[in-house]
Nanobody, 119 residues
Framework: QVQLVESGGGLVQAGDSLRLSCAAS????????MAWFRQVPGKEREFLAV????????TYADSVKGRFTISKDSAKNMVYLQMNNLKPADTGVYFCAASTVRGKGYDYWGQGTQVTVSS
């Protein structure tokens, strides 16, 4: 069993930066890819960024491209989301997710961390 725990959220002002962390624990952790999502009340969970574990290749949603950076530290089983130039529209609960079974999508999710950006 794999556990994902996010941290680093908080209340910031527009234009500020935050770095979210996602710690993976449990059995030997070697996912195919990991990602960050965001959810606001009344809306579907929104994909933000994904990183391929073996290649470090990344993909971003248009809404965060150029402002957010996903990275990983394999030795620590950590994934990060560096968020720069935050906007009020970035407010939401941020989740990390892992895909550990090929073709099965995301099979592990964290509990989320709240990010609030004030104008």
């Amino acid at each position: 069993q794999v556990q994902l725990v996010e941290s680093g959220g908080g209340l910031v002002q527009a234009g500020d930066s935050l770095r979210l962390s996602c710690a993976a624990s449990g059995r030997t952790f070697s996912p195919y890819y990991m990602a960050w999502f965001r959810q606001v009340p009344g809306k579907e969970r929104e994909f933000l960024a994904v990183i391929i574990w073996s290649t470090r290749s990344t993909t971003y949603a248009d809404s965060v491209k150029g402002r957010f950076t996903i990275s990983k530290d394999s030795a620590k089983n950590m994934v990060y989301l560096q968020m720069n130039n935050l906007k009020p529209a970035d407010t939401g609960v941020y989740f990390c997710a892992a895909s550990t079974v090929r073709g099965k999508g995301y099979d592990y999710w964290g509990q989320g961390t709240q990010v609030t950006v004030s104008s």
